[in-house]
């Protein structure tokens, strides 16, 4: 079994920064996809940014410009870099994963439980 489990979130102003972390634990052979998304209290939950397993990025075009995303490959890690954050930001923030584990040689999608982010206008 894999856990993925995220930390960072918080309450900041507008204009502030946070940055999120997230560490995969487990049975893992290997991970093509990181990723985060975010849901807003009423909304789906959408991607916010993804990188995969050569450190390619693509991002929502909310955050583009202002949230960086990384990996470290040896750690199994993924953080969030948020920069100039807005209101509209406010959200619980998923950390996400695609991971072949060392059981099986087959691809499985695993969530962490969400931290929250809030920011006050």
């Known amino acids: 079994q894999v856990q993925l489990v995220e930390s960072g979130g918080g309450l900041v102003q507008a204009g502030g920064t946070l940055r999120l972390s997230c560490a995969a634990s487990?049975?893992?052979?290997?991970?093509?996809?990181m990723a985060w998304y975010r849901q807003a209290p009423g909304k789906q939950r959408d991607l916010v940014a993804r990188?995969?397993?050569?450190?390619?990025?693509n991002y929502a075009d909310s955050v583009k410009g202002r949230f960086t995303i990384s990996r470290d490959n040896a750690k199994n890690t993924v953080s969030l870099q948020m920069d100039s954050l807005k209101a509209e930001d406010t959200a619980v923030y998923y950390c996400?994963?695609?991971?072949?584990?060392?059981?099986?040689?087959?691809?499985?999608?695993?969530w962490g439980p969400g931290t929250q982010v809030t920011v006050s206008s």
């Open positions: 990188i995969i397993s050569d450190n390619s990025a």
């Open positions: 487990g049975s893992i052979f290997s991970i093509t996809t």
């Open positions: 996400f994963a695609i991971v072949r584990t060392t059981q099986l040689p087959y691809q499985y999608q695993y």
